[in-house]
């Protein structure tokens, strides 16, 4: 009802890791029942998993399991309704310790701070306190 362009696609993301199953399954649905096109889970820890979640959707999924090998079968996932995989982050977080050493270098900076990860160089120019707030803030995030 709210889409006004038909060429938006809507995909809804849960964390099936961190709520029990049954919680799981009836917020799909009711991402589905309020029009979303797909719908992308995080934290699934087996098929047997997937499939208690899946069984009564009829969208797309699309899965982030951060190369989770209980779930590396590429035909029983298609089976399951799982049009995407994606197995984490860590192409982005190479990426910007690449460009942050690589900046580094063509300034001539040697001094320690190079030996960050990516994961503290993130948090160091991200400011996620920021996103923290401001999803309190406007969204009426509980923590």
Known sequence: EARVDPELTIVARTNAGVLPVQDIIERTLAYEK??????????????????????????PLMLVTYGNPELNDRQRLANLGVRVVVAGHAAYFAAIKATYDSLRAQRQVTHSTSNHSATELTHTYTFPENYVAWAKDFMDVKE
């Open 34 to 59: 309020a029009g979303a096109d797909g719908i992308c889970i995080v934290g699934i820890k087996d098929f047997e998993h997937l499939e208690q979640i899946s069984e009564k959707l009829t969208v």
